[in-house]
């Protein structure tokens, strides 16, 4: 019987899945709306996200993953089980072996939900491997070669950094702090400075129109709209990238932290590697502009982003499937 073998990167954020032959045949917020008293699902993914800050009473939206790894088992299954029947359909026939990328610092109990996660949802057999390894086949890198490459991947939960050579890993560090934190330091900021609530949604657009960790040649400009903290009235303002650089750059410096101390465990061998060759940047959060700047200026190296970050670690998760026989020792092993 012909078995699909699919690659997830089950994100915080997003959930993104691989199809051979289709390519990346869905990209869904890592969202489920329910009904409060019932707990019956309502809506996931997009339609889930509609929801976000308009949910009337009754009404909930819930995140089953938080800073990368499982928090609400049921409504992790439940989301994977119909993300996989919206992208291939899924019977008692035809259950896929998927491959999952997750975190660095996923402990074994949290590998474990995972598995029995993909599992109730439909899959055959699960595996496992780390997001920066995914990210740096998924960009084309001679990771099973004697050499360094590093990778710096800021996805919506975590952060995952990595030096690797021969398939393996000679230095990492994982941070609970991505993407989704620029979105909440924005809340912040603007609930502070201008005694505005906004919503995730409205945060989230703000970060994409006006976030920049450096001055621009041209200042970005962006109306928000939300809730005045002092009358309760709807209220509008405008913000330039200036009005958010400061918490920005503070919220990026353990990023930044992070990647010199996986410098310092690099053995030197791998210096005149990482010298030439610089740092890949991968994940929706490495596209907050001037993050590369920030990261190459700090660790004297150069920062490529890749043409295509949201989709590296998911585009080297399918490699891997597809060439098991090659990159099997990639995979991690319960």
Do not use: W
Not at 30 to 55: H, N, P, Q
Not at 166 to 173: C, H, I
Not at 209 to 228: I, N, R, T, Y
């Amino acid at each position: 019987m012909f078995r699909k073998h699919i690659a997830v990167d089950l994100g915080t954020a997003n959930t993104l899945i691989h199809v051979p032959g289709r390519g990346v045949v869905l990209n869904a917020p890592s969202m489920v709306a329910i009904d409060s008293e019932s707990r019956r699902i309502l809506a996931v993914g997009s339609d889930a996200k509609t929801f976000l800050g308009k949910t009337p009473q009754g009404i909930e939206v819930v995140r089953p993953l938080k800073d990368g790894v499982i928090a609400d088992f049921d409504m992790a299954g439940e989301l994977l089980r119909q993300l996989l029947r919206q992208s291939i359909g899924l019977s008692n026939l035809s259950k896929p072996d998927v491959l999952i990328c997750v975190p660095l610092n996923i402990s074994n109990v949290e590998r474990r939900a995972v598995i029995e996660a993909a599992q109730a949802a439909g899959a055959h057999s699960v595996q496992l491997i780390a997001e920066p390894m995914a990210g740096a086949v998924g960009a084309n890198l001679a990771v099973l070669e004697p050499e360094g490459h590093m990778v710096v991947d800021i996805g919506g939960g975590t952060t995952d950094i990595a030096v690797i050579s021969v398939g393996a890993m000679a230095g990492a560090r994982c941070l609970r702090l991505a993407g989704d934190t620029f979105t909440r330091v924005i809340q912040d900021c603007l609930r502070e400075t201008f005694n505005l609530s906004i919503g995730e949604n409205m945060a989230e657009r703000t970060k994409i129109a006006a976030g920049a960790l450096f001055p621009l040649s041209e200042p970005l400009c962006a109306v928000v709209s939300g809730k005045d903290l002092r009358t309760g009235a709807p209220k509008t303002v405008q913000i330039t990238d200036a009005d958010l650089r400061p918490v920005l750059l503070d919220t990026a410096q353990p990023i930044v932290d992070a990647v010199l101390e996986v410098l310092e465990q690099t053995p030197p061998e791998l210096g005149g590697d990482l010298l030439s060759r610089g740092m890949l940047l991968t994940g929706g959060g490495a596209l907050l502009r001037g993050m590369d700047t920030l990261l190459s200026n700090a660790a004297h190296i150069p920062a490529v982003l890749d043409d295509e970050p949201l989709t590296t670690v998911l585009r080297g998760a399918a490699v891997v499937l597809e060439h098991l026989d090659r990159y099997s020792d990639l995979l991690l092993q319960e």
